[in-house]
């Protein structure tokens, strides 16, 4: 009954190195989400998507950049990583024009720079 | 002033007893209200939602919005040790495309 899948729970990589996050989901939704928590922090939205090949920045974008290029897959892009974007990484997604405008989130994905 | 304000706990109770736990929010214009349940390392699990005022029950929770105080509240009758988790509230005004958290209240429930 898993809904939204992260393709990876665990992730270690290393300074400098590119690190993809991918998200899928089979519920048809419209909006997709990237968010980071942190603790102390709380959930901070980093990209949301309306649409295919359409995006929107939140409220900490540098670092990220995201893909959508079919309306069930989201992915998450961080061009050269850095030991402050450890962090866990969780992927959302909403109805959008119809349904009721709840967020469902995935398992999360924790990533580890080094 | 944030948007959406909830106490961080930490909340300790003993096995059987109610539980309350509350948001509070700035933004009337908010129309759906959610209460998410995250176990340590994993992603929040949607418990329940409302939608405009009212009170909502499934089971042993019960979700309140109090829109004329800005308030709403998760209520867990009966709590059990597999309750422990972190308990978020989020809100949206109905766009479906922003939504605002609250930052988590910590519950364990002691056996």
């Known amino acids: 009954d898993v809904k939204v899948t992260q393709s990876s729970r665990y992730l270690v990589k290393r300074t400098g190195e590119k690190v993809f996050l991918e998200c899928v989901q089979d519920?048809?939704?419209?909006?997709m989400f990237w968010y980071r928590q942190d603790p102390g922090l709380g959930l901070r939205l980093i990209y949301f998507?309306?649409?295919?090949?359409?995006?929107e920045k939140g409220d900490i974008p540098e670092g990220y950049s995201v893909s959508r290029e079919k309306k069930e897959r989201f992915s998450l892009i961080l061009e050269s990583a850095s030991t402050n974007q450890t962090s866990m990484y969780l992927c959302?997604?909403?109805?959008?024009?119809?349904?009721?405008?709840?967020?469902?989130f995935g398992a999360g994905s924790r990533l580890t720079v080094l | 002033q944030k948007e959406v304000e909830q106490d961080p706990g930490p909340l300790s109770v003993p096995e059987g007893a109610i539980v309350s736990l509350n948001c509070t929010y700035s933004?009337?214009?908010?129309?759906?209200f959610m209460w998410y349940r995250q176990y340590s390392r994993k992603g929040p699990e949607l418990l329940m939602y409302?939608?405009?005022?009212g009170n909502k029950e499934d089971g042993r929770f019960t979700a309140q919005v109090d829109k004329s105080s800005k308030y709403i509240s998760l209520f867990i009758r009966d709590s059990q040790p597999s309750d422990s988790a972190t308990y978020l509230c989020?809100?949206?005004?109905?766009?479906?495309?922003?939504?605002?958290f609250g930052t988590g209240t910590s519950l364990t429930v002691i056996p």
């Open positions: 998507s309306y649409d295919v090949k359409m995006k």
């Open positions: 933004n009337s214009a908010f129309q759906y």
């Open positions: 989020a809100m949206d005004v109905g766009t479906g495309n922003q939504f605002y």
């Open positions: 519920m048809d939704h419209e909006n």
């Open positions: 959302a997604s909403s109805p959008g024009k119809t349904g009721a405008n709840v967020l469902t």
């Open positions: 409302t939608y405009s005022s």
